[in-house]
């Protein structure tokens, strides 16, 4: 049963890096500018063991009632966790207690949230703010992440806040408004406001972006981090 797992995830591991090489090649980009996430929410800490053994070092999860167990079931293993999902600020006690990256750092109240638990922690959190393409100014996106304009507030409270470490941006190419179906432009947008924000934070320079159906869209253009669930561990029994 492991084995036949770990042949599955090991196939789809091969065609996903295919796929990430590929891309880096049309884009004229070395391999090693871009890194894999597997993204294993809703799917068992088995598995992470499955991929950490096949070499895979950064998993992200959405949840964290389901990725605190997880995380704590292969504290054993060098894994670096990243948090993807939309984030309570009563969560974020446990969350820091775990996550090396918080991605989806969308409003100035979890910024605090997280600078108090990663100080008590002791423990530094690198944020992404995540960014809402579809999300008019002032507003949250559906899925969470802040509008453009709201980027530089939150990154300089990011920068300014003990136990916190500015990493970047991250999105997900909206499902709705103008950049419905266009990827691409979404992502480009995304990465002219990458260069906006190094302008005042040279170090700052993760972009997240791109997932199983658009990872090659995300690559082209300049994401340095691509998160990848169903097309390395098989489509999900439910929306997670
Ligand atoms: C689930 C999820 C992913 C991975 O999506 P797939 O389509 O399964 O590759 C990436 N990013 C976020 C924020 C997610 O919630």
Redesign the pocket.
Known sequence: MTDDRRAELAANLAGVEERIAAACAAAGRPREEVTLIV?T?TYPASDVRILHGLGVRHMAE?RDQDAAPKAAACADLDIHWHF??QLQTNKVRSVAGYADTVQSVDRLRLVTALSGAAVRAGREVTCLVQVALDAESGQQGERGGVAPDGVAELADAVAGSPGLRLGGLMT?APLRGPYAGRQQAAFERLMESSSRLRADHPAANMVSAG???DLEQAVAAGATHV?????VLGVRPRL?
């Open positions: 993204v929410k959405n993807v999902g997900v997932m199983s159906a998160r990848v669930g169903t097309a997670g």
